[in-house]
């Protein structure tokens, strides 16, 4: 009796471990499926998360592009407009200096033609109304040269 009561718990040892290890096997598959799809629900969290945060940046970037776009294109527009005023500017320096050039040698010339004329009005004694008058004439003619 003690073979089949040995036997009988051998069966029933074995048909117990092998039905334990089939419905544990199955549970076991089953826990690191849900674990598996745990895990891959958090990185497809993960990544949307980094996506829209790309995204975000990337709009933040474009709409700063387009204003730097603008930016540049107004700087562009404006620079052209100095670069014309700078050589309307330089136009009117050359043609100033120009003037005051003839001017300069004009009144060089009405001096020299001049200062020997004073020279002997002033031994007359008429010399200094000469120079007044001269110089009254000259600033008349400067006026009128700047206007």
């Not at 309307?88 to 009405?110: I, P, S």
């Amino acid at each position: 009796m003690e073979n089949e009561y040995w036997i009988g718990s051998l069966i029933t040892t074995v048909v117990g471990a092998l039905v334990g290890f089939l419905l544990g096997r199955r549970k076991y598959n089953k826990e690191v499926d849900n674990i598996a799809i745990t895990n891959m629900q958090q990185s497809l969290d993960f990544y949307q998360k980094l996506s829209d945060d790309t995204s975000q940046r990337l709009e933040v970037v474009l709409e700063e592009n387009t204003k730097l776009r603008d930016e540049l294109q107004r700087l562009r527009s404006e620079n052209v407009q100095l670069k014309t005023e700078m050589k309307e500017l330089r136009d009117m320096v050359e043609n100033l200096t120009g003037t005051l050039a003839n001017y300069g040698l004009n009144r060089m010339l009405e001096d020299a033609g001049s200062s020997s004329g004073s020279r002997k009005i002033s031994e007359d004694g008429e010399g200094e109304e000469t120079k007044a008058t001269e110089t009254k004439e000259n600033s008349r003619k400067a006026k009128a040269v700047k206007s």
